[in-house]
């Protein structure tokens, strides 16, 4: 008997999934492994745990930090004003 791979099921994740992935992660869109695995199961019809795919990112050479929800520096002038006058409109009901 002659040794070779181990039977069992055939990968599910495909080269054309890594291919889509590199495709959504080149835009300027920040995405997270929920949001990229809703975009796999919407196209390709698989489901996977989270797990997976920050898995495969990571053997695609991807990481990822958490993303921030201030703007780095300080605001411009003409954008403080309109913060200024979007919070009195909305502290006057508007």
Known sequence: MED???PGARPRWTPAM???LRELL???EAWTAPRLLEALERRFFVTFHPGTVRRK???MGYGW???RYVPTGKP???EVEGF???LGEA???G
Do not use: V
């Open 4 to 6: 070779g791979k181990p």
């Open 18 to 20: 890594s291919a889509f």
């Open 26 to 28: 080149a835009g300027e």
């Open 57 to 59: 990112l990571l053997e």
């Open 65 to 67: 930090k958490r993303t």
């Open 76 to 78: 411009k002038e003409e």
């Open 84 to 86: 200024k006058a979007a």
């Open 91 to 93: 502290e006057r009901g």
